[in-house]
């Protein structure tokens, strides 16, 4: 059964397609080498500026957070927060995040921590809003 026309562009607005992600060993590489990060109690998540007018979100979770269902509830979480929060977080940067080390995967918690994250990351590299600077 077809949705109607504007929902699917309710829908497209919302999605998060493979040129919102951080895929290529290169760009993980760049993010890297920038070593801007920011961290708190949730997440630890490093970023650098992209060139390009929207942020791309790359992931790193390890074997040490915990098994497969594990860390793929992180990868599902992380995403999910990312892709609702899309309009709050700073445009032109690519980040790549990973759960904190003791910490527990829930969406409130990752929701909350993310766009306070890609702010701080976003100053640190330069690119903050209302005339701030680096850090």
Known sequence: MAQPPDNDNHRASQAFPKWRRVRKQADFDRVHRQQVYAADDVLVLRGCPNGQPHSRLGLSVSRKVGNAVVRNRWKRLIREAFRT?????????????????????????????LPKLCRRIARKAGQGKAGKGPS
């Open 85 to 113: 929060l899309q309009s709050q977080l700073p445009p032109g940067l690519d980040l790549v995040a990973r759960p904190r080390k003791g910490a527990v995967a829930e969406f409130s918690a990752i929701h909350a921590s």
